[in-house]
């Protein structure tokens, strides 16, 4: 059975810093790997999607990798602003194609 | 575009009622699936629809159910509700593929349920 886990649970940096978001997963026979984003009292904006024949993705400030031997992806953030303050969620979707969710990392960039 | 709409955004039930919600995916999108969020269980897949057939479902009671429309519109309905239902409800959609493995989900901004 897949598990999804996100380390750590809460994250608190100061403003214009590099930082990384981490997801592991204990199946490596997985579809693709999703990050996405959830703001207080919203639905979730999906950010990146890794297919499992690609090792990374990125857009704009945003790059994510994916390693399936390891079962890691990692979701690096460059030069972290307050807007980026956010719940930020991975989902690997298995072979029945469903999305198994990590609890999540709360970012909180300090201005 | 519009986006994912979700009605209503809020909602109070007490236990043992029952509770339709309804989910408006972007125009074109055929996919819909519905999760289930709460602070101790996190995300969990509830069901996806497509050109109104359930193609896949998550691990929960037969209490759930949905359906989908020919205009790919989707209700979930939970009935005898129980405290432990309380959650928010997401709503996705997405272009064809199944519950967004190929393509990226769009989410719409959830139904808060609350059970007394």
């Known amino acids: 059975k897949q598990e999804v886990t996100q380390i750590p649970a809460a994250l608190s940096v100061p403003e214009g810093e590099n930082l990384v978001l981490n997801c592991s997963f204990t199946?490596?026979?997985?579809?693709?790997l999703q990050w996405f984003r959830q703001d207080p009292g919203k639905g979730l904006t999906s950010l990146l999607l890794i297919q499992s024949s690609q090792r990374e993705q990125t857009s704009g400030r945003l790059n994510a990798s994916l390693d399936k031997s390891s079962g890691r992806s990692t979701l690096y953030i460059a030069a972290s602003q307050p807007g980026d303050s956010a719940t930020y969620l991975c989902?690997?979707?298995?072979?029945?194609?469903?999305?198994?969710w990590g609890a999540g990392t709360k970012l909180i960039i300090k201005p | 575009k519009a986006g994912v709409t979700q009605t209503p955004r809020y909602l109070i039930k007490t236990r043992g009622q029952q509770v339709t919600l309804s989910c408006s995916p972007i125009?074109?999108?055929?996919?819909v699936s519905w999760y289930q969020q709460t602070p101790g269980q996190g995300l969990q897949f509830l069901f996806e629809y497509f050109s109104e057939t359930q193609r896949n479902k998550g691990n929960f009671p037969g209490r759930f159910s949905g359906r989908q429309f020919s205009n790919s519109r989707s209700e979930m309905n939970v009935s005898t509700l129980e405290l432990g239902d309380s959650a928010l409800y997401l709503c996705a959609s997405s272009l064809w593929a199944s519950g967004g493995s190929i393509d990226t989900q769009y989410f719409g901004p959830g139904t808060r349920l609350t059970v007394l």
């Open positions: 989902a690997a979707a298995d072979s029945n194609y469903q999305l198994i």
């Open positions: 125009s074109g999108h055929r996919s």
């Open positions: 199946d490596s026979a997985i579809y693709n």
